[in-house]
């Protein structure tokens, strides 16, 4: 008789945490070194909402992982000397697998993989045994890949996806999954992202500041979780990031120096991860999780607050800059993105209503189709976002509006072509009293 279940939450947590520790707990037992870059990879995996596993999954971010070292080290060995024209056509390929991570509306983490696995290679512009390092690095990333995915598919499987509602197959891709080249937002990401990498890599050239490349690092890759995001703002982050500091701060004082054995260790870690994401939102937890970045952990501790205090520069600093990026060069504040986003539905659904002639015509329709309810979607939760008592207006007004935009849209492509629901929602778009939000805009 069944007294008591877990919930799917408490799964994951415990999911992701049992995968942490093994993270260095098996590493710890074959005398390895420099482990925490697979604790790093599992966290930043789960912060993706990637409830749904499959070991087909795991296998695509293992081969993104060794693109990623293989771009990586290839791009040393053939610019050793040449950082300057090395940093362009390394910010090239990044910026090529994040875009590709924007626009991809399955796993992201694919790309994100790559992308922050070649930028590792860099070593802070190292050139001595550039192979070594990046063989370890990848070896790490796809460890933490392989634990992560293992605990997923084997402990608590899922039958269902629970990636917003989207089908999965038994490949693990969402049914319908597809690369939206031309929306708007992935463009101007993609953007922001090359911007970041190209702010931190200057102060990294200019400053030298603690932490080194592993700013531009970290700032470019996590952007594509934060750029244009109504969730996993960097200024949440960086309260979050606080709290995470404390709890790590007190864990590096009373807790590590009183751990003698590998199952104290493993149980200190299981609970930390655990806590973390089980009461937070993934992305929350993601930088909670990153708290055992400032510890240290190594089979043998040397414990060194200079070391700390460097690390804790390090997450300040790209946090920091990730804040500068979320209000220039384009605002993402909530009546700022909503504006935005509406403009384009209505764009895109007066393409859809338009008539296809030519082949060009054609190719556009399907296109704007395509995007048609993800705009919808992002439309509601803009309006979710908004304050719009500040503006004095009427939240249900909006909220019903974006309500009928999805519906309009899903109707859209279950007929795929025009409904006159699509047209009443223009309509009734273009009747909304936004002038408030377009005369009153915050910074």
Known sequence: MQYFSFSQKTHYAIKVALAVALSYLIPFSLGWKSVSMAAVTIVVIAASHSVQESLFKGFLRIVGTLIGAAVGIALVAWLPQERELFLFV???????????GYAYRG???????????MMFMFNNGKADDVFLYGVNRAAMTALGVILFTVASVYLWPFGVGAKQGDEVTDTGIPEGAKFLFFDPDHLLGTLVSFLIFWTATLAWVWFNPPGGFYIVTLATAISLYTVFSPI????????VYTLSFLFATLAYVFVLPHLHGGME???????????AFRFFIPEVALFIGMGLSFMNIENQMFFHFGIFLNTLFLFYAFLFLLLLFAYFPFSSRPETMFLRTLGRFERLAKRVLAPARTPWERFWREEALKMLLPTATKLQIWTAKTNWRWFGLEKELFEKAAAECVAAAKACLKEHGTTPALEACRKRLQALPIKPLQEGGRF
């Open 90 to 100: 390394l910010s090239l390929f990044v910026i090529l697998f994040l875009y590709l």
């Open 107 to 117: 796993d992201k983490t694919i790309f994100m993989l790559a992308a922050m696995t």
């Open 232 to 239: 996993a703002h960097p200024s949440l982050m960086i309260v």
């Open 265 to 275: 260790l493993g149980l200190f870690l299981f609970v930390y991860v655990w806590l």
